[in-house]
Every structure is written in C-alpha cells, then in structure tokens.
T-cell receptor
Framework: DSGVTQTPKHLITATGQRVTLRCSPR?????VYWYQQSLDQGLQFLIQ???????AKGNILERFSAQQFPDLHSELNLSSLELGDSALYFC???????????????FGEGSWLTVV | AQSVAQPEDQVNVAEGNPLTVKCTYS??????LFWYVQYPNRGLQFLLK??????LVKGSYGFEAEFNKSQTSFHLKKPSALVSDSALYFC??????????????FGKGTMLLVSP
C-alpha cells in the first residue's frame, strides 16, 4: 500500500458526460501528480500541483482540469468524454518536487474509466 | 527533454534463472532514474531509484539495477526470478519542465513473464 488513495476504482460513463476523480496523497506529501495510462499512449503525465498551485503541465486536454485543495487532496475533472478517454488514471504524490529533488513519487492504484 | 527507452516489449525467463529488463536513457545533466512495477489490476509500485553514489542500486523484492553512465543504461536485474515477479515493469527518468518542478517520464514498459 503506497498510501495514495484514489476513488472511485472503477467508473463507467457515457460519451459527453463529465466525471470527477479524487485523490488523497500520502500523509505529509505536498505534491500531487496525475497520469493517464492507455494501451496506445502508455503512461502520460497530465498535470502536477504543489501545495495547491499548478506547477507543471503535460499532455492534458483542454476538456480536462484539476485542482488541489487546501487539505492537499486533488480532483481531476474530465468533461465532454469521448471513447478515447477510456483509460486508467493514476494519482501520485511526493514530498517535494523541487528542482534537484530525487524524492520518490508514489502512485495510487488508479481509477479505471470506461467511456461507452 | 529527458527520455527513457525500453527496447523489449516482453522478456521471458524460467523460474530460478537470472533476469534482466533493459532501459536506456537520454538526459541533459545528471540522471535521476527509477524503476516501477505494475502487477495485474494494481497500481504502480516503486522498486528502486538511482540518484547518485554507487552504480549498483538495491531495491524491493530482491531487485537491483545497474547504472552505467558510459552506456547510458539502467538495467533492472534479479539473480533468481520467481513466477510472482511476472508483471509490467517501467523505467522512468526525472524530467524538469520549465517550471523547475520535476516530474517523471516513463518508458513504454516491458512485460516480464516468468515460467515455472
């Protein structure tokens, strides 16, 4: 158990709908990351937050957004869903993402999203 | 940008034999390298990392990895494979976006199959 908690574990929804994935980081970790894993794209970095502020952005679609709350939990919002958005979405956390940080990034078990 | 390559989609090994899962990297500056494992229907689990120091890094479940700067490689190894080691293995490198906050860039993964 990494200590990163993600809900829901599985989600099935229809095209055009909106979903919210939730993540609680490890105790004491200030940085939260979101990754998408799909068969064709592999593991893709989406976005990172540190202590409530967005710090890095990867291949995140405009239909997707995220935020980190004062209690450090994070939510990933996916809207206008398409079939191609079906994937495993991982949340991860680390103590600090500082410039020379070799801090380990710990991953949750993921949220399986199926768009039908 | 930093990148890693995992040249093998799949590695097959018999139980009790040594195993190697290959990873090469391309970075500017000092490389921070990681290995993660994903068991079926589970999240990514951290195995080990190289930040600095000894070129042979020891990690969880008896795995180790050898950092080779001249060959820009970071191969994962285990002296004696177990059937329970069968999983998907990811090599990753710390990436530094312009924000200065590091994230991880992953290889495409290598499926390890250990036969009884």
């Amino acid at each position: 158990d990494s200590g990163v908690t993600q809900t829901p574990k599985h989600l099935i929804t229809a095209t055009g709908q909106r979903v919210t994935l939730r993540c609680s980081p490890r105790s004491g970790d200030l940085s939260v990351y979101w990754y998408q894993q799909s068969l064709d794209q592999g593991l893709q970095f989406l976005i990172q937050y540190y202590n409530g502020e967005e710090r890095a952005k990867g291949n995140i679609l405009e239909r997707f957004s995220a935020q980190q709350f004062p209690d450090l939990h994070s939510e990933l919002n996916l809207s206008s869903l398409e079939l191609g958005d079906s994937a495993l979405y991982f949340c991860a956390s680390s103590l600090s993402p500082g410039q020379d940080s070799g801090n380990t990034i710990y991953f949750g078990e993921g949220s399986w999203l199926t768009v039908v | 940008a930093q990148s890693v390559a995992q040249p093998e989609d799949q590695v097959n090994v018999a139980e009790g034999n040594p195993l190697t899962v290959k990873c090469t990297y391309s970075v500017s500056g000092n490389p921070y390298l990681f290995w993660y494992v994903q068991y079926p229907n589970r999240g990514l689990q951290f195995l080990l990392k190289y930040i600095t120091g000894d070129n042979l890094v020891k990690g969880s479940y008896g795995f180790e990895a050898e950092f080779n700067k001249s060959q820009t490689s970071f191969h994962l190894k285990k002296p004696s494979a177990l059937v329970s080691d069968s999983a998907l293995y990811f090599c990753a490198v710390r990436d530094l976006p312009s924000s200065g906050y590091s994230t991880l860039t992953f290889g495409k993964g290598t499926m390890l199959l250990v036969s009884p």
